[in-house]
């Protein structure tokens, strides 16, 4: 699909886009079933005693980052969470907002931290897989692969009619000046259905439906201890 949602043209209000990214918050407080996925996916892997790294690519305005990093440290784990996006607006954005003990923001590709041969114990993204065409969804899994010594959580809306006339309904009366509404409604236009989803990975890739309207795509490291794995990584430093 040709259609791209209007805060990616880099010509677009600069107002009207610090404004979609203050709103990203509500909307993925809602739509994004993060808090489910820091629940029942990162909080197991997490420790008090032993620190642990969390990759947030496309992080954008830094939401999701934010909220993954301020949910670990009020539950007594070591998490330093780290979000890249390539765009300095976002960048930008994300870095005028208040600091966080372990928050970081970076402006970078997942090739780029690659190319330096970092790791982290969970790579995950959010609402990202849509933007790309299929050779960049190949591309961000090999990175993803390679970068995270876990686990890898990607993340997106599932397109459905019903998702599109839910959101049209639910946002109309809110967001008036941000991108929010009309990106919001090209994104789900933009996304996979399951089926396309799983037709479009590799092996060892799984794809999960969740509510509402959403899938993740997972992928877990060979079944060796994370201790271990952290600890080759270091080895190999």
Do not use: K
């Not at 830094?62 to 949910?71: E, P």
């Not at 890249?84 to 372990?102: E, K």
């Amino acid at each position: 699909m040709d259609t791209v949602e209007i805060m990616d043209d880099p010509d677009c209000d600069p107002d009207m886009l610090r404004r979609t990214y203050a709103n990203f918050r509500y909307v993925n407080a809602v739509v994004s079933g993060l808090r489910h996925t820091y629940r029942h996916d990162i909080r197991p892997l997490l420790s008090a005693e032993v620190p642990h790294t969390l990759l947030d690519i496309g992080s954008g305005g830094g939401d999701v980052a934010r909220s993954l990093a301020r949910w670990a440290a009020r539950d007594g784990l070591r998490l330093a969470v780290t979000g890249i996006d390539p765009d300095a607006r976002a960048h930008d954005y994300a870095t005028s907002q208040p600091s966080l003990p372990g928050l970081t923001f970076r402006r970078a590709l997942s090739s780029d931290l690659v190319a330096a041969g970092e790791r982290f114990d969970i790579v995950l993204s959010n609402h990202v897989l849509h933007h790309l065409s299929a050779g960049e969804l190949g591309g961000l899994l090999v990175d993803s692969e390679r970068l995270s010594r876990a686990l890898v959580l990607h993340g997106d809306i599932e397109r459905a009619p019903l998702a599109y006339l839910g959101f049209g309904l639910g946002t109309w009366p809110f967001f008036r000046r941000s991108f929010i509404r009309d990106d919001g409604l090209t994104s789900i236009r933009r996304s996979f259905t399951r089926a396309e989803l799983a037709a479009s990975v590799p092996p060892g890739w799984t794809v999960h439906r969740e509510v509402p309207y959403r899938l993740m795509l997972r992928w877990s490291a060979p079944p060796v201890t994370l201790t271990a794995a952290r600890q080759t990584g270091r080895a190999h430093a």
